[in-house]
């Protein structure tokens, strides 16, 4: 049966270029696989295709009953358009969701590194699998972003190591686009900003179901302070849809190296500050370091399940 790999919907740079790499993978070991990018992709997949000369395109249509294969997630909302009993995979790098449960014939595969491209490209290095120029370019990328260039706390040694193999096995790759790149993604076309915010995905911790979204972008500060009004009429927006308890706002800036949490909610400042130990001043917290979402999911996760 045909493998798909996918990922969730308006996929970021390390979701696309595992999905488009592990497709690769798998045709080279003898299997029948294709991607799959469901939505509207992040500016970052398209600024290194374009750089790059790369071509995505979705070689089947539409999800039927093939195998699927799921990468840089496990959590089922935010692949809704696949049956959960087709999925026999699933290759990730965030804290388990616990909705393995409700795939029957599904493997999980969890790896504490700082890119899901970091995984693929290990399996192509350990297997001696030639990779393509494409594959290469994806994940050196994609690990590149994903780690905010090697500065946040996610980053591991596998993390380098693999950037290093991907080099060494592609002429094509330049360390000196990784600004460029950088800039260019955080010019954000504001009609958009929703997929931008990646607010499409909720999780449970302790019964309260919750949303987290996520912008990468320079001079987050000065961004917050010009778009609040768009960012507070999405946040509302997610909460009416997902009738969720708590929504907020994880903000990195990706060449400054600090993160900023923001929510409009009165309702979600007291939850935040009394369980990530943080004072917000006018709806804001800022910290001089690099912490992603994925991180504060974990810590989140982990602190309920202390107190339970």
């Known amino acids: 049966m045909n493998k798909?790999?996918?990922?969730?919907?308006?996929?970021?740079?390390?979701c696309v270029?595992?999905?488009?790499?592990?497709?690769?993978?798998?045709?080279?070991?003898g299997f029948l696989a294709s991607y799959y990018i469901s939505g509207m992709v992040q500016d970052e997949v398209n600024i290194v295709c374009k750089l790059f000369n790369i071509s995505l395109i979705n070689k089947v249509s539409k999800i039927q009953d093939e195998d699927i294969i799921v990468v840089d997630t496990n959590t089922l909302s935010s692949i809704d358009y696949?049956?959960?009993?087709?999925?026999?995979?699933?290759?990730?790098h965030h804290p388990n969701s616990g909705?393995?449960?409700?795939?029957?014939?599904?493997?999980?595969?969890?790896?504490?590194?700082?890119?899901?491209?970091?995984?693929?490209a290990e399996m192509f290095k350990e297997n001696?699998?030639?990779?393509?120029?494409?594959?290469?370019?994806?994940?050196?990328?994609?690990?590149?972003?994903?780690?905010?260039?090697?500065?946040?706390?996610?980053?591991?040694?596998?993390?380098?190591?693999?950037?290093?193999?991907?080099?060494?096995?592609?002429?094509?790759?330049?360390?000196?686009?990784?600004a460029k790149i950088f800039e260019e993604k955080s010019e954000i076309n504001i009609e958009y900003l929703r997929v931008f915010m990646e607010v499409e995905e909720k999780f449970i911790i302790n019964n309260d179901e919750m949303i987290i979204g996520q912008l990468e972008i320079t001079n987050?500060?000065?961004?917050?302070?010009?778009?609040?009004?768009?960012?507070?009429?999405?946040?509302?927006?997610v909460y009416n849809e997902y009738k969720v308890k708590y929504v907020f706002l994880n903000i990195i800036d990706i060449l400054n190296g600090y993160h900023l949490i923001y929510t409009p909610d009165q309702k979600?400042?007291?939850?935040?500050?009394?369980?990530?130990?943080?004072?917000?001043?006018?709806?804001?917290?800022?910290?001089?370091?690099?912490?992603?979402?994925?991180?504060?999911k974990k810590h989140l996760k982990d602190l309920m399940a202390n107190k339970e």
């Open 268 to 296: 979600c400042l007291p939850f935040l500050e009394n369980n990530l130990g943080v004072i917000f001043n006018d709806g804001i917290y800022k910290e001089d370091a690099i912490v992603l979402r994925k991180e504060i």
């Open 220 to 237: 987050a500060i000065e961004f917050l302070n010009k778009y609040r009004n768009n960012i507070d009429t999405i946040i509302s927006n």
């Open 4 to 14: 798909i790999v996918v990922t969730y919907k308006n996929a970021d740079l390390d």
């Open 82 to 92: 696949v049956k959960p009993q087709n999925i026999i995979e699933f290759i990730d």
């Open 128 to 178: 001696n699998i030639p990779i393509s120029r494409e594959s290469a370019i994806l994940l050196y990328y994609g690990i590149i972003s994903n780690t905010i260039n090697l500065k946040a706390k996610i980053t591991t040694e596998k993390d380098i190591s693999m950037l290093t193999w991907l080099k060494k096995n592609c002429e094509d790759i330049d360390e000196s686009l990784i």
């Open 99 to 120: 909705d393995i449960k409700y795939c029957e014939n599904a493997t999980l595969k969890l790896y504490d590194v700082g890119a899901v491209c970091t995984i693929i």
């Open 17 to 29: 270029a595992s999905a488009y790499a592990y497709a690769e993978y798998l045709n080279k070991v």
